[in-house]
T-cell receptor, first 116, second 113 residues
């Protein structure tokens, strides 16, 4: 079984400062890991994905995440926050194919607040 | 191109009524997933279709829930005798059935009064 734990339910940063959203994963085999973002009253949008290629993954809107097997972590970062980054962020894991296909297991989410 | 569409976007229903939620996946995507997003449970997987078949229905919350997919395209999630705890946003996603990104629809917000 695979799961993810998002270590912070809320993160607040000032505009222009770095963003760090933390995620640890648990998986008995090499997982596929994702970060999704959900803006208020909007659908889920994929930010980036890791599928056993490069460990540093670049996504949209300047976000990055680094897969660290030794730490079982997949933290999301961005050098400089924008007001438009305020949203709910989900760390997600998918395992190998099963009767559930490649069903996604979502973390509880981290709400990012960006202040002027 | 067109993304995943869902209808209705909002549905308010009285307790005990049946509801049908529709998902129209991206053309050519063979895999289709239903998820539920609720305050208490977060985002949880409900059911997966490969083509028209669902290999495992055990993720559905109760036997009041059923889902079907016809023609390898549109899927319908049906909730019979709705209860207040069914209130949630129901999300549909489709993919090419590889461990890559799933594309999500905007969801149907269901409110049971």
């Amino acid at each position: 079984a695979q799961s993810v734990t998002q270590l912070d339910s809320h993160v607040s940063v000032s505009e222009g400062t770095p963003v760090l959203l933390r995620c640890n994963y648990s998986s008995s085999y090499s997982p596929s890991l994702f970060w999704y973002v959900q803006h208020p009253n909007k659908g889920l949008q994929l930010l980036l994905k890791y599928t056993s290629a490069a460990t540093l993954v670049k996504g949209i809107n300047g976000f990055e995440a680094e897969f660290k097997k030794s730490e079982t972590s997949f933290h999301l970062t961005k050098p400089s926050a924008h007001m438009s980054d305020a949203a709910e962020y989900f760390c997600v894991v998918s395992g190998s194919y099963s009767n559930s296909g490649y069903a996604l297991n979502f973390g509880k989410g981290t709400s990012l607040l960006v202040t002027p | 191109g067109a993304g995943v569409s869902q209808s209705p976007s909002n549905k308010v229903t009285e307790k005990g009524k049946d509801v049908e939620l529709r998902c129209d996946p991206i053309s050519g995507h063979t895999a289709l997933y239903w998820y539920r997003q609720s305050l208490g449970q977060g985002l949880e997987f409900l059911i997966y279709f490969q083509g028209n078949s669902a290999p495992d229905k055990s993720g559905l919350p109760s036997d009041r829930f059923s889902a079907e997919r016809t023609g390898g395209s549109v899927s319908t999630l049906t909730i019979q005798r709705t209860q207040q705890e069914d209130s949630a946003v129901y999300l549909c996603a489709s993919s090419e059935n590889r461990p890559l990104e799933q594309y999500f629809g905007p969801g149907t917000r269901l409110t049971v009064t």
